[in-house]
């Protein structure tokens, strides 16, 4: 291995708890806090109650944890055939993004029919501030280190404990691997300016900004995934994530393909 790299390398942490928390439930609080604040300011900001963001978050935060975690249970499930009480261990890692995306979502969307609010109009609202919060939530990936690549010789290499992680056990002492937590994060940043910079050229219709951030996000997730060599349930030898990727990709490109070509009063509200 070269020298430079191992250099230059991420480290791995040294520790992955603060007092009685664990850093991955810190991250995830703390992009659950980002995206609730960053949302309030935005729906303010249109002349909506700030409110009306932390009555949906009540519902749609645990939704979305739920979620993400039989997500991840039901694509992964044969790592738990032998021990269904690890499925349960939360703070060990393993939530699904889409999972949570989609469960979380929904939970909102009832509270917003509920509450008789604009539905669309939120949703554009808090699209860019999911990325934020997931961007946040990576890093606790770092501290359980967890969601790499395969070994790479880049300067950016990221180190794992090989007594932390039984897979990179099985490499020689002193491989990197790629950082995909960290591209999926800065992936998720740039997605979220970028979708800011297209909201201010104000030429999109109501749901179009959500809509692009599935895109992009199913988009980023597609190339980070390729880079996984982890274990993964497959689907005709692919990894199930790349096919959802694919597919929840498709459907949005289709919604906004189909949602353009409607005539303007005949958008959905």
């Not at 995206?35 to 109650?49: H, K, Y």
């Not at 917003?112 to 604009?118: C, G, I, S």
Request: aromatic share 12%.
């Amino acid at each position: 291995m070269p020298f430079a790299p191992l250099l230059l390398s991420i480290p791995s942490p040294s520790f992955n708890t603060v007092g009685p928390f664990r850093l991955y439930g810190l991250c995830i609080a703390l992009g659950v806090i980002a995206a609730v604040t960053i949302s309030s300011r935005r729906w303010e900001a249109r002349g909506g109650n700030p409110d009306d963001i932390s009555t949906i978050a009540i519902w749609a935060v645990p939704a979305g944890v739920i979620g993400a975690r039989i997500y991840h249970v039901a694509t992964d499930w044969k790592t738990y055939e032998h021990d269904w009480v690890g499925a349960l261990k939360i703070t060990n890692g393993g939530l699904g993004i889409p999972g949570g995306i989609f469960f979380g979502v929904l939970a909102g969307i009832i509270v917003v029919r509920v509450k008789k609010l604009p539905r669309l109009e939120l949703m554009d609202v808090v699209a860019p501030a999911l990325p934020i919060a997931q961007a946040i939530g990576r890093f606790g990936n770092w501290f359980n280190q967890e969601v790499y690549g395969r070994p790479t010789t880049l300067p950016w290499g990221l180190k794992i404990d090989p007594t932390v992680s039984a897979e990179a056990a099985n490499y020689p002492i002193g491989t990197l691997f790629h950082p995909t937590f960290l591209y999926e994060g800065l992936w998720n940043v740039g997605l979220a300016l970028l979708l800011i910079w297209i909201e201010r050229r104000k030429k999109l219709r109501s749901g179009e900004l959500f809509a692009l951030y599935v895109l992009g996000y199913s988009v980023g997730r597609l190339w980070v995934e390729s880079l996984r060599s982890d274990h993964a349930s497959l689907i005709y030898g692919v990894r199930i994530n790349i096919w959802m990727s694919i597919i929840v990709g498709l459907l949005a490109l289709a919604w906004l393909v189909r949602n353009r070509l409607r005539p303007a009063q005949d958008q959905p509200g």
